[in-house]
């Protein structure tokens, strides 16, 4: 395969990628800006597609890198406290995102924002409330920048007061 196959290859997938993308959008126009990216993705599918995935591939490298090191919390759970006081803070509701904003079931489960076995404190500026079905999914994986500020922002609206909104603080020896 010469190079110029390949690119070929990678066109026509990012040609595919693109119309899917563009079905997806045009098929949800009560989704701020979906019109506006659809008619983005008609006048440069391949550009757009090349920027999401270095964005993704991007985001992906961020969260390696960052959950890489390893020192651990000898404290594994949250104290009860810890968990009474997030509970009332986010108004017993799950801090995670679905699809239309923030998740409405109820928040279960303290969970660390960095995860425990990725250095993550268990104290209360580490400390999410999640749903079951989001505390599952989010297991041990690094959130990206972008969910932490995304809770960040959410907790300005339901929780003005609160000491840390931005979540993500790592166990130090020191
Ligand atoms: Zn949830």
Redesign the pocket.
Known sequence: MTTDDAFDVLGSLADTVADLLRDVALDHPRIPGSAWFAGLLDSHPRLLVAAIVTFLVLSRLDRTIRGRRTTKDPIRLFPPELKDAARVQAGGR???T?PFGR???P?EHADHWIPWSRGGASNAANLVL??????LRKSARMPSRMATRGIARRRRRYAPAAACRRPGCRWSPV
Do not use: K, V
């Not at 999640?130 to 505390?135: D, F, K, S, W, Y």
């Open positions: 799950c801090e995670m679905g998740c409405r079931r928040g999640a749903c079951a079905p989001h505390n």
